[in-house]
């Protein structure tokens, strides 16, 4: 015991930042963000250990886990929203078909039984109409849906 104490007395200020190190690996390993308020805080402490505090490792000690308990209680609720962003500002980004819905279209091959195919720029959709009528090569529709790579159409006005 009393070599943890000589330890912890004649502990030099970057310990505490190679700990904090350690702690911010294990939580990049985990993602869990319970490390991450340790690692903050022996960081701080590190820098605090830098003049201040030089040899009073009961201090140190006391800050660390002033400072970790602190965090580990105010920060999930600010920081946790953030990292687990369930909906994306574009929530379209992934799905071409409903990045068309409301764009206009014309029939390249007239629908029958209610499907057919659409140019939209230069690809042809397939497509099918919302009422399950036929469509004439030509006409204009507006794209209303997306059913995977199918458009569902209607005739616009």
Known sequence: ???????????????????????????????STYFLWPAIAAALVGFVDIWPLDGQWQIQ?????????????????KVKPWLHKTQSDHI??????????GRKATVDQAFVNGAGKVRLGDTLWLAESDTGDDLAAGLQVEITAADGTKLVVKAAR
């Open 1 to 31: 015991m009393e070599d943890v104490i000589v330890f912890l007395s004649t502990m030099p200020f970057w310990y505490w930042w190679v700990f904090a190190l350690a702690l911010l690996t294990i939580e990049l390993l985990t993602g």
């Open 61 to 77: 000690l006391i800050i660390f886990s002033v400072i970790t308990i602190v965090l580990s209680i105010v920060a999930p609720a």
């Open 92 to 101: 379209t980004l992934n799905d071409r078909g409903a990045q068309k819905v």
